[in-house]
């Protein structure tokens, strides 16, 4: 069993950075791909970034390229998410998820999701 849970969320001027960590308290995730997505109120679920199982690939979508970085650690079980010059259309709940296999960049792909940190981006 993959248990997710999301850390890092909170309150941060337009321009501002955040750092979100996701980490398993189950099974190690060396052997899943990892992808980030939020949801905005009102919004469907969206696809943020992703990351191979080694860490050697990585994909964003184009809302936050350039902007957004996606890592992981293995020796410590966790996956990060950087988030910088940061803009109030980035207001969402983020959600870590984990699917075994090539990493996808659509919602439904993925087997293990966490329950969301909150990041709210103000002017």
């Known amino acids: 069993q993959v248990q997710l849970v999301e850390s890092g969320g909170g309150l941060v001027q337009a321009g501002g950075s955040l750092s979100l960590s996701c980490a398993s308290s189950g099974r190690t995730i060396s052997n899943f791909a990892m992808g980030w997505f939020r949801q905005a109120p009102g919004k469907e679920r969206e696809f943020v970034a992703a990351?191979?199982?080694?860490?050697?690939?990585?994909d964003y979508a184009n809302s936050v390229k350039a902007r957004f970085t996606i890592s992981r650690d293995s020796a410590k079980n966790t996956v990060s998410l950087q988030m910088n010059s940061l803009k109030p259309e980035d207001t969402a709940v983020y959600y870590c998820a984990a699917r075994p296999g090539d990493y996808l960049m659509t919602t439904g792909a993925y087997n293990y999701w966490g329950k969301g940190t909150l990041v709210t981006v103000s002017l």
């Open positions: 990351i191979t199982r080694s860490g050697s690939v990585n």
